[in-house]
């Protein structure tokens, strides 16, 4: 919008200058040509008011004066086609001009000038005697060089004044244009800040009344997201919080009825039982980080992603040591920006949905690449994978694919871990791996020393 606006000023000054300019300057031009006209027939006729006079010495330095005073020639032919002596004969005495002059016409002409052998004005005018008959013929030929300097002058000056006032106004128009577009810009901070997750984010109320009234609009928007998001969370957070507790109980209370039950029977119901309050435990547990992830929205810092991984492999090492699974990770000195404790939280789902789809003596890799301005993170297992319909159904809340997920899986893990990333400003998709199994790809903002 700055640029447009600048352009459109620039534009309107420039037409403006050309509507007022390029006019002015043709008069000037006319007139100048005009001055050279008027000034050559006036010393035309002066000479021509010599030519009759007994004595042709007046004339003969009214020639020699004009030609060294001006960078013109004046040339005298009498009727009879000779040279009004001691004066010589002109060059081509038998030109369009002497010819009207001396059948008592004046003539005028922009053209060549035969007697300069150049570009110029040649006008003559008749000689008369106090008789009125023609004796003669004064001819001047005036070069166009100095008109044509002048008029570049008068040109160049004015194209150069042009050039100044347009710098000026581009420079004034883009101070404007900062001005008139600055209630939009934060009007953009915001709403980059609102695509973050930052629901408190808020615009300023300045500018024009348009603005204004946009910026109002926009706040009052926000705050009625801001309030209906906070109690969607507030409502499963405390739901999730709640169902704790009776769960906790219920399943201490099953604990205590299989104790107590000799019956097979009895025992296998209490047992399976148990298992569905354990997973909807984990289901709550889920739900209540979920709640938590999306309501936290911290400041990125930087982190190694080798550092986090290897933090997350101690870990997980012993889990995946009871099973034979090896976790291979390809160490890399790349660096994200993350939110504290984002990036731990998704390994922690990945490895662990790894781990529950890996057949024992799999292998678990995690490895790092830049791509342009991302750092790529890639999870890949040796399990069943998944099917390219099930992936784009993955990351929804409560998904849980056949056969990829434990018997205890609440299918939050995927949700969980898409919302930290997106948080971050990164991505996350499924692919196939290179053995068979599923690759997490997680892209992440990568920290560059130029300044991050």
Not at 106 to 119: D, F, K, M, V, Y
Not at 344 to 368: C, F, M, Y
């Amino acid at each position: 919008m700055n640029r447009r606006l600048v352009v459109s000023y620039v534009l309107l000054v420039a037409v403006a200058i050309a509507a007022f300019t390029v006019p002015v300057a043709f008069v000037l031009t006319g007139q100048l040509r005009g001055d050279v006209e008027t000034s050559v027939h006036r010393e035309a006729s002066a000479a021509a008011l010599l030519v009759p006079a007994p004595s042709r010495q007046a004339l003969v330095q009214l020639v020699a004066a004009y030609q060294q005073e001006s960078p013109g020639r004046l040339d005298v032919l009498l009727a009879n086609g000779t040279a009004a002596t001691p004066l010589p004969l002109p060059v081509a005495p038998n030109d369009a001009a002497f010819t009207a002059a001396l059948s008592g016409r004046e003539h005028i002409e922009w053209g060549h000038a035969p007697a300069l052998g150049a570009e110029g004005l040649v006008l003559a005018v008749p000689a008369r005697d106090s008789t009125g008959a023609v004796v003669g013929a004064v001819r001047v030929s005036y070069p166009s060089d100095p008109l044509n300097e002048r008029q570049v002058q008068i040109w160049g000056f004015r194209a150069g004044l042009a050039v100044a006032v347009l710098i000026v106004a581009a420079i004034l128009g883009a101070l404007l244009a900062r001005r008139l577009t600055r209630p939009f810009r934060e009007l953009n901070r915001m709403a980059r800040r609102l695509r973050d997750g930052d629901l408190g984010a808020r615009a300023e109320e300045t500018g024009p009344t348009e603005t204004r009234t946009l910026a109002r609009t926009l706040n009052n928007a926000a705050e009625t997201i801001d309030t209906l998001v906070r109690s969607q969370r507030s409502f499963i957070a405390d739901a999730s919080h709640q169902l704790r507790t009776p769960l906790t109980a219920l399943r201490l209370s099953l604990d205590n009825i299989a104790d107590g039950a000799s019956d097979p029977l009895v025992r296998e119901d209490v047992d399976l039982a148990t298992a569905e309050v354990v997973r909807m435990s984990r289901l709550v547990n889920g739900l209540l980080t979920l709640a938590r992830a999306e309501a936290a929205v911290g400041t990125p810092e930087r982190m190694r992603v080798s550092d986090v991984v290897s933090d997350r492999f101690e870990v997980w090492r012993a889990a995946a040591a009871e099973r034979g699974v090896v976790l291979r990770a390809e160490p890399t000195d790349d660096e994200v920006l993350v939110s504290p404790g984002n990036l731990e939280q998704v390994l922690d789902n990945v490895l662990s949905n790894a781990l529950e789809v890996s057949p024992d003596g799999a292998t678990i890799g995690v490895r790092s690449r830049h791509e342009g301005d991302q750092v790529v993170l890639e999870v890949s297992d040796e399990g069943p994978g998944l099917p390219e319909a099930d992936r784009q159904r993955a990351f929804d809340r409560f998904w849980r694919g056949p056969g990829t997920t434990g018997p205890s899986g609440s299918g939050l893990g995927l949700a969980i871990v898409k919302q930290l990333v997106t948080d971050d400003g990164g991505t996350v998709s499924l692919t196939s791996a290179a053995g068979g199994g599923l690759c997490v790809r997680i892209s992440l903002r990568a920290w560059r020393t130029s300044g991050g």
